[in-house]
């Protein structure tokens, strides 16, 4: 599938003033030759001994890769920020921005609580890319239906405004617990970090790219039981553009974008053998254990729906090139 998605995701891409979000520009190739190894910013990817900073995901070498200026719609939460500069890994392509990463907690966490406030304004009918709520939980239902997930106990980690867990219990009657940082909802129970547990189901939409450091991506991964399932919702594609105008990074608080890769070397790392993607949702489930029990499941539901709903392969599902 070529690269012309995008997660619908998170609010972020209702811009101030109800603008529409361009359409997303076709993937730029990678040129390793252009790297630009003596921008002054490379600086940032060594740490006090002088050694090379390594990706959080792989472990491989970084090196600088290009820099945006917020002096856009999103200007007005980053006056202070001129300009942002992201590096990439050479082994898997894994991007980061290194200006974030130097945020001090105080000034990260205001951005993500103004920039969460603002989208909060912003009209439903001018948020052209809100989650695949509906989708997802159709998603859930399903995968419960069909003995994919265990839905005796799930958590939406980072999970907003609850959304998506009003809508598996109005829908399904399931319970999605929800856990989130950052905003808070009237209607919505939320618990605290310390009452998090070990779930059967953990879903995480549009937090993958927020994370500034590995502990982020492992905190959640170690709210999973060991036989439960992850579930993924985010932009990953067959390669980062190095392109400052990339749909995905307007938003000002994204800071991580993976790719197929990357996301394969993370499920080896923590213990998934296969994964199922949900083009409808936008969402993987990663999962532990017999492939081809996974694989029948799958392909059961989409037999019962008679469309590829589901797509399911050992490994990553590398459904975007
Ligand atoms: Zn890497």
């Known amino acids: 599938m070529a690269l012309a998605y995008n997660t619908g995701h998170c609010d972020d891409f209702a811009l101030p003033g109800g603008q529409a979000q361009r359409s997303p520009p076709a993937p730029a190739r990678i040129r390793w030759t252009s790297l630009a190894l003596i921008h002054p910013t490379a600086r940032m990817m060594n740490n006090a001994q002088g050694r090379t900073m390594h990706c959080m ?82 998603m859930l239902g399903l ?96 390669r980062v553009p190095q392109d400052p105008s990339w749909f995905y990074l307007t938003p000002p608080v994204h800071t991580a974008f993976h790719t197929n890769r990357s996301m394969a070397v993370l499920m080896e790392q923590w213990g998934y053998t296969c994964s199922i993607y949900a083009p409808k949702a936008k969402s993987w489930i990663l999962l532990k254990g017999d492939v081809s029990r996974v694989l029948d499941q799958a392909d059961a539901i989409n037999r019962r729906l008679k469309t590829q709903w589901l797509i399911a392969k050992e490994g990553f599902v590398d459904y975007w090139k």
Not at 175 to 202: A, C, H, I, N, W
Request: proline share 5%; aromatic share 12%.
């Open 143 to 238: 995968a419960a239906t069909g003995t994919i997930i265990d839905a005796s106990s799930m958590l939406d980690y980072a999970g907003g405004r609850g959304i998506l867990s009003r809508l598996v219990a109005d829908l399904f009657a399931m319970r999605l617990d929800v856990y989130e940082p950052f905003v808070r909802d009237e209607g919505v129970s939320y618990l605290d970090k310390g009452d998090l547990t070990k779930y059967k189901v953990v879903f995480n939409s549009a937090m993958f790219e927020h994370v500034l450091c590995r502990q982020d991506l492992d905190d959640v991964n170690d709210l999973v039981d060991p036989d439960g399932v992850l579930i993924v919702h985010t932009v990953v594609g067959e």
């Open 57 to 138: 995901i792989c472990g491989g070498p970084t090196a600088y890769y290009f820099s945006k200026q917020y002096d856009g719609p999103y200007g007005i939460f980053m006056t202070d920020i001129p300009s942002v500069d992201y590096a990439i890994c050479g082994s898997c392509g894994f991007v980061f921005s290194m200006t974030h990463q130097a945020l001090d907690a105080d000034r990260w966490s205001r951005l993500n609580v103004e920039f969460h406030d603002h989208c909060a304004q912003v009209p439903y009918d001018q948020k052209p890319n809100s989650p695949p709520y509906a989708e997802q939980a159709l």
